[in-house]
């Protein structure tokens, strides 16, 4: 079984940053990729950025150069830096990893909540 625990989530304001850490550990075969995705209230769960274990990165067009996503393969870790946080950026946050056998893991969500 794998965990994958995040931090870092909070209360921020606009304009302001903040950074969030998944962690994950347990029975981690190769991770092929690692992401973060959000869901705000109503709304379904979108990607929000992904990178790959070449260190690839895929970002949603609202995140593009505000986000930064960077992963420590040595500690099976993503880091999601946020910064120029806007209000619609609210959401639950949740970590996710796809290993090279296929398995997908999520986290439980870290609440994001940015004041205007």
């Known amino acids: 079984q794998v965990q994958l625990v995040e931090s870092g989530g909070g209360l921020g304001q606009a304009g302001g940053a903040l950074r969030l850490s998944c962690a994950a550990s347990?029975?981690?075969?190769?991770?092929?990729?690692m992401g973060w995705y959000r869901q705000a209230p109503g709304k379904q769960r979108e990607l929000v950025a992904q990178?790959?274990?070449?260190?690839?990165?895929n970002y949603a067009d609202s995140v593009k150069g505000r986000f930064t996503i960077s992963r420590d393969n040595a500690k099976n870790t993503v880091y999601l830096q946020m910064n120029s946080l806007k209000p619609e950026d609210t959401a639950v946050y949740y970590c996710?990893?796809?290993?090279?056998?296929?398995?997908?893991?999520w986290g439980k969500g870290t609440l994001v909540t940015v004041s205007s």
């Open positions: 996710n990893i796809v290993q090279s056998i296929g398995m997908a893991y």
């Open positions: 990178i790959t274990s070449g260190g690839s990165t």
């Open positions: 347990g029975s981690i075969f190769k991770i092929n990729a």
